[in-house]
């Protein structure tokens, strides 16, 4: 199987779907935080392995942990994949931070302060 084929791609969706179900609602883990999502989730072509990015609410010592408890709670995750999903092989979890969010809000913030200022220097040239 190609890596970009439509079956793939459907592949990836279905366990990014699960995952964040899994998470979020069966996890029992008090590492986790509550508001965690999964953003990716990239399986293999040849289903072996599949990165899944999850993305925290919290401080880096905190994501760490939860990182920590993913990596504990894999055992899990991965019967839950295989009851939920048909799949040939259930592929073995590798869990990364994903700090797209905190940087999109990080560079929302430095917009908004930079259209503040830039409204303040019209106001004083007198715009």
């Known amino acids: 199987m190609r890596k970009d084929s439509v079956k793939n791609t459907r592949i990836n969706s279905e366990v990014m779907k699960v995952l964040a179900e899994a998470i979020r609602g069966e996890l029992k883990d008090p590492r986790i935080p509550p508001f965690s999502s999964v953003t990716d989730a990239v399986v293999a072509p040849d289903l072996k ?7 925290f609410l919290c401080g880096e010592e905190e994501e760490k942990e939860a990182l920590e408890g993913l990596k504990s709670a894999e055992g899990f995750l991965r019967r839950q994949l295989a009851s939920e999903l048909n799949l040939r092989i259930t592929p073995e979890l590798k869990f990364y931070a994903d700090h797209s969010i905190a940087y999109g809000n ?7 302060r930079v259209s503040e200022e830039d409204k303040k220097l019209k106001e004083k040239r007198g715009e």
């Open 49 to 55: 392995t599949c990165k899944v990015w999850v993305s």
């Open 106 to 112: 990080h560079m929302a913030q430095v917009i908004d």
